[in-house]
């Protein structure tokens, strides 16, 4: 049986931005022009920061098994894809 209350957060009502993906009546339209605003962004940047802001660790990269040691630290993790990231601007390209 499932719990009626939960601590889930809407990501897009708490971080204060409107869906990227919606539906019309030509299709599924996504807003990727503002990275800011972007639900891919917000999803990776608090799966990366929510052990920081949960106080389990100082810094993202002190969680040994979070993917940020492989996108920003140079750690060669194989279950992750960099350039997906990339092309879809989660990380930088250098």
């Known amino acids: 049986m499932f719990q ?16 990227a993906f919606f539906n019309t009546h030509f299709g599924m339209l996504g807003n990727l022009d503002l990275p800011e605003t972007n639900y891919l962004n917000v999803c ?5 920061q929510n052990l920081v802001n949960d106080r389990l660790v100082w810094n ?15 750690r060669k993790g194989k279950l992750l894809n960099r350039e997906l990231a990339r092309e879809l601007g989660l990380i930088a390209t250098f």
């Open 60 to 74: 993202p990269e002190d969680w040994e098994f979070s993917s940020y040691r492989d996108y920003f630290c140079g």
């Open 44 to 48: 990776f940047d608090y799966i990366h």
């Open 4 to 19: 009626k209350d939960t601590k889930a957060l809407c990501l897009t009502e708490s971080q204060g931005i409107s869906p």
